[in-house]
């Protein structure tokens, strides 16, 4: 039988049906019937992001179960959850661990998915009330996820906000030294070293650019890359949000993810969803925002290659 060659060109939109048709089966496109380009979107209109203020989105390595939080007006932030059952997401609800005293924010689950880090004010027993925030994780088991506690030395003796982990189990943070006023917090980093974390570094100047607010780390997976919030005499607006690719090791000057990310308002807590495509972050001004995404796979390319003819 002879054999037919398909045009190169029908076979490109073969293979572009193809990926759409996967795209549209994503358990994180089951919100919108828009799949976000280079033109971010509001993630989950109406149900995860609604007429209260909400930021810092995080998901598991399956995409099947969602946390993020949520701040109604004139009340503390609390921490939402979903989980993907027989192909459809349950309604928010607030998670299993939330708050009797104090208020939760900012949940960050592990590339490895054995962990969910979030901050909070409760109290470490039912006596003793902290002086401020601090991060407290969950552990993944066979039954769940386990009673919350707080994190160990020498994190639990400082002030550590919006915590993401690698895959190696180094963290990143935002942070500062006693006495540091908010607007002088920036970027920290805690190695793993033998199971435990035993300093905290503060990342060097490449990320911890001269500006205001510097904070709001998402590391990748494998350290290649970290995206974070800072406000900038050379910015678009308030915050907004800048990229560091580590090359070898040493870490590059902070590029501005630019104009089709970056606004007037304000732009902040970023992560990227578990199989590398969408970039999610905040949105919003003074009491209002929401959580948008966009596709990332490109927008780290065309950073990647502006950087290479630079």
Known sequence: MKQVKIPSVLTFLLVFIISCQDSKKSNLTLFSDQIPTDIPLVFGQGVISTDDYEFAITFNP?????????????????????????????????????????????PHI??????????????????????????????????GWSQPIPIEKPLVDRFVMYLTSSENGNLYYTSGEKGDKPEDWVIYKSVKEEGQYRSAKRMGNEI?????????????????????????????????????????????????????INTDQTEMTPSVSPDGKYLFFHRGEDDYGDIYWVEFMHLKKELLENRSNN
Request: glycine residues 8%; hydrophobic residues 25%.
């Open 62 to 106: 399956e995409m099947d179960e969602i946390y993020y939080t949520r701040r109604k007006p004139e009340e503390n932030n609390e921490i939402y959850a979903m989980k993907l059952i027989d192909g459809q997401w349950t309604k928010p609800e607030l998670a299993f661990f939330s708050a009797k005293q104090g208020w939760d924010f900012e």
């Open 110 to 143: 592990n590339p490895k998915g054995n962990r969910l880090y979030f901050g909070s004010t409760r109290p470490f027993n039912d006596t003793i009330q902290p002086s401020g925030l601090h991060q407290w994780y969950s552990e993944k088991n066979k039954s």
């Open 208 to 260: 911890n650019f001269s500006g205001k607010y510097i904070a709001h780390p998402y590391i990748a997976p494998d350290e290649s890359y970290i995206i974070y919030d800072g406000e900038s005499n050379s910015g678009y607006g308030d915050n907004d949000l800048y990229i560091s690719f580590n090359n070898n090791g040493t870490w590059t000057e902070a590029y501005n993810l630019g104009p089709k």
